[in-house]
């Protein structure tokens, strides 16, 4: 028996639902904020990545599924959407009759981690970003979104993390000040951060080993080092929350796992998933654009990790609760004949309808019937055939009422209320 590659999954009946109705919610959410949908290619020439994400990051120098094709081009499976949404935004010119752009899109990542709870190597994502805005407004807003869409989901166990990583005026004295002193400890650090330090001091306040955590409770702040600009930005940012009235912490060692982010960055954590707290990341990525041959313009943006979330969202799913309309169940061939008839004409009136097609008998479709969590069922046999009228049954409430075979689809629509 072939079985799935380690680290993917499938997303199965019973699950899937409760996946579409966190799209649905997302997508009326975008939309209602005023954003687009962009539908990217998975995969992308590796240069982007390397170039977006940064060759040094664990991302491209160990996790990204990365092959020549026939020609000898280096192809990869894309790690994450942003660098693809801004290869996309500055291929096809969107800026060029307005730079003010916002997208959204949900879709696979691909990553060769160390699958675990809540991470895998095909790992699903849903992406906002936002470019032409400079203002910290804006990132308060995708901040109130996130917020607002958990809460629609009814995930209320969830805490909204931010900092400033500063720009490239400010940036470099923070990381000189961080590198000396990551030096001075690095006796307590783990073989990954004595390497990263030396690289980008920066990705070691990102480490979840113990120790290293430990090790870094003393460390420099980026807070504290802000040019007047980004300081100011900040301080929008905090002020725009608070009359948002969204709670947050300021987390002194927040980064992010890419290159391209500037100023405002930011998290939403929750304490139930265990060790993997973030459920949605994000912030300002000024820079990226122009880094990859467009025009000099700011950007942000956030991703939400779709598995998480829906981890998240089915604690307070209801597994009681009926999603089928009508099961109908055909006693009798010619009972079966009528039957399909209006499982079809109550198929195109966007009622969910399910019969059985074979000969069982009334006790095994009724079990059937709750095995679907079905709402109603409609029972129709020889007896039913000759007196002209079918039976409706509430599955909750056991009540019965007779409908005539005549008109029926119309007077079954108005019993179930649709």
């Given amino acids: 028996m072939i079985q799935l590659i380690r680290g993917f999954k ?24 005023g954003f687009k949908e962009i539908r990217t290619p998975i995969m992308e020439r590796t240069e982007l990545f390397a170039r977006s994400i940064g060759e040094d990051t664990d991302i491209v120098e160990k996790e990204m599924y990365t092959f020549p094709d026939k020609k000898g081009d280096l ?72 917020n607002t869409l958990f809460a629609r989901l009814s995930v209320t166990e969830v805490e909204s993390h931010i900092n400033s990583l500063g720009c490239p005026l400010c940036r470099p004295n923070f990381k000189t000040v961080l590198g000396d002193f990551l030096s001075s400890i690095a006796d307590r ?62 987390d002194k060692r927040l980064v992010r796992g890419l290159d391209y982010y500037t100023r405002a960055t930011f998290e939403i954590k929750t304490g ?78 966007g009622i969910q309808v399910e019969m059985d097609m074979g000969d069982r008998s009334l006790k095994s479709q009724m079990k059937r019937a709750d095995r679907l969590m079905a709402k109603h069922v409609l029972i129709i046999g020889e007896k039913e055939l000759e007196q002209g009228a079918a039976i409706l049954r509430n599955m909750d409430t056991k009540k019965q009422v007779s409908l005539p075979i005549e008109n029926l689809v119309e007077d079954l629509k108005a019993q179930i209320g649709k």
């Fill in 272 to 349: 139930l998933l265990g060790a993997q707290d973030a459920v949605a990341g994000g912030g300002r990525y000024d820079g990226l654009v122009k880094a990859l041959g467009g025009p000099n313009l700011p950007a942000t943006g956030f991703a939400i990790g779709f598995d998480r979330l829906a981890e998240l969202a089915a604690m307070h799913a209801s597994d009681k609760e009926r999603k089928l309309d009508i099961f109908v169940a055909a006693l009798g061939e010619k009972s079966q004949e009528m039957a399909l008839g209006w499982t079809c004409a109550l198929g195109l009136e």
């Fill in 189 to 250: 650090l783990c073989s990954d951060c004595i390497r990263r330090y030396q690289r980008n001091p920066l990705r070691v306040l990102d480490c979840k080993v113990p120790s290293c955590r430990e090790a870094l409770v003393d460390t420099p702040a980026m807070l504290d080092f802000l040019c007047p600009e980004c300081n100011r930005q900040f301080e929008v940012l905090k002020d725009a929350l608070d009359r948002l009235k969204i709670p947050y912490v300021i």
């Fill in 75 to 146: 192809l990869t499976l894309r790690p994450e959407a942003t660098a693809s949404v801004v290869r996309s935004y500055i291929q096809h010119k969107l800026h060029a009759k307005d730079p003010v752009r916002k997208f959204y899109t949900i879709g696979p990542m691909f990553r060769r981690e160390r699958p675990q709870k809540g991470r895998y190597r095909q790992f699903y994502q849903i992406n906002a970003e936002v470019f032409g805005i400079d203002s910290a407004l804006i990132d308060a807003q995708l901040i109130f979104m996130l």
């Fill in 10 to 33: 499938d997303i199965l009946p019973g699950e899937v639902e409760l996946w579409q109705r966190i799209e649905k919610q997302a997508v009326i959410l975008f939309e209602d904020f």
